[in-house]
């Protein structure tokens, strides 16, 4: 994962960086997701659905433990989705970036999902 977060940041400021220094006639707006979750069209097993970032949600509902450390703060990919397309409407500040994520700064106890599935 740190290489993942390190391109990320990386990436940001690269693009900060040819702003700044090419002054080109158009803005750039980055959208920094955190953990994207949402549904798997593809799964086909309860098993496919432990695996990659997804497991976050599911495993807790399905009784099972994640050998590592949760991330709090997710976002839903279909909140991700609009948010690219909101990024596109000219009363959007240009030249900035927005954090998209979901639960504020406190995020979300995994623990307690699956007591919310079963209300």
Same mark, same amino acid.
């Given at each position: 994962m740190e290489a993942y977060w390190a391109s990320k940041a990386f990436s940001r400021i690269t693009a900060h960086n040819f702003l700044s220094?090419?002054?080109?006639h158009f803005e750039i707006i980055n959208l920094l997701?955190?953990?994207?979750?949402?549904?798997?069209?593809l799964a086909t097993s309860t098993a496919s659905l432990l695996t990659g970032t997804r @497991? +976050?949600?599911?495993a807790p509902i399905l009784?099972?433990?994640i050998e590592f450390p949760?991330? =709090?703060?997710?976002?839903?990919?279909?909140?991700?989705?609009?948010?690219?397309?909101? @990024? +596109?409407?000219?009363?959007?500040p240009e030249d900035a970036d927005y954090i998209m994520s979901s639960? =504020?700064?406190?995020g979300i106890e995994w623990d307690s999902v699956?007591?919310?599935?079963k209300k």
């Open positions: 220094e090419r002054e080109p997701p955190t953990v994207v979750i949402g549904p798997d069209e @497991a +976050l949600a599911m009784g099972h433990q949760l991330v =709090g703060v997710q976002v839903h990919v279909d909140d991700v989705a609009r948010s690219h397309i909101d @990024a +596109l409407k000219t009363s959007v639960d =504020g700064i406190e699956k007591d919310m599935v």
